[in-house]
C-alpha cells in the first residue's frame, strides 16, 4: 500500500529539535515493519494542533499531492502518523480532519498503535470511535495542562525579576549594554545609518547579535523595542 508520513511540531522553537528526527523514524519504521510504501513525508513546521486542516501548509499540500496525477503521492492509500496528537491536539480538530480524510478515501494510521488500525474509520464500531474521540480529549487536556504550566513558570520568574518570555530584549547579554547606551545616547542627534556607521567602523562593536555587520535596519529595531519596552 502506498501511504504518505506525516509530522508536526507545534513551536518555532521546535523545528530544529528531534521532533521531526524522532516523529519521521517512528513513522518509517511502522511502515516498514507492515510492507508500506512510504512515498514522502510532509513537515508541518511551527503550526499549533488547534489550527484547522486546511490552514496548515503542509497538510493542504499533501491533500493536493495526493490527487495530483503527476505527483509521486498520487492516490496515496493512507496517512501515517506517530501517534494521534501529532494529527491533532484539539478534539474538534481532530474530527474534522478525519472526517474529511474519511471523504476522500483516505486511512490514517498511528504508528504507536503497533498495528494497522485505519483511526479514521468509523468502520460501524461504536467503541472504536468513543477510544479515539478519548485519546483526542486526552491530548487536549494534556495540552491545557503544559500551557498552564508554562505559563505558571513564567510567572514565578517574572516575579523574581527574571526575563521568561522567548528572547532576550537587546543590551541583556554580555557586552550589549555599552553598545545600547551608545545607540541611546547619540539618537535622534544620529540617524540609524549614522549610528550603524560608527559601530561598523570599530572593531568592538562592528558586530550585531547574529555575527553580521550592523545595518540601519538592525540599529531601529533594537532602538524602538527598547523604546517600546521602558514606557
Known sequence: MKVIGYARVSGKSQVDGDGFPRQNAAVLGFCQAHVLQCQDMFQEEGVSGTVEGLDRPAFAEMLTAISDPNSMCYDAKAI????????ARDLMVSEVLLSELRQRGIKVFSADQGQCIDMASDGGDPTR?????IMGALAQWEKTMLVKKLRAAKDRMKAQGKYAEGTRPYGDLPGERVILQFMLANHPDMNYSQIAGVLRS???TCLNRSKRFWTEQNVRMVIVNHKKRNK
Open 80 to 87: 501515517v502518523v506517530e501517534r494521534m496528537d501529532r494529527l
Open 129 to 133: 470511535v468513543l477510544i479515539r474521540q
Open 202 to 204: 570599530s572593531g568592538d
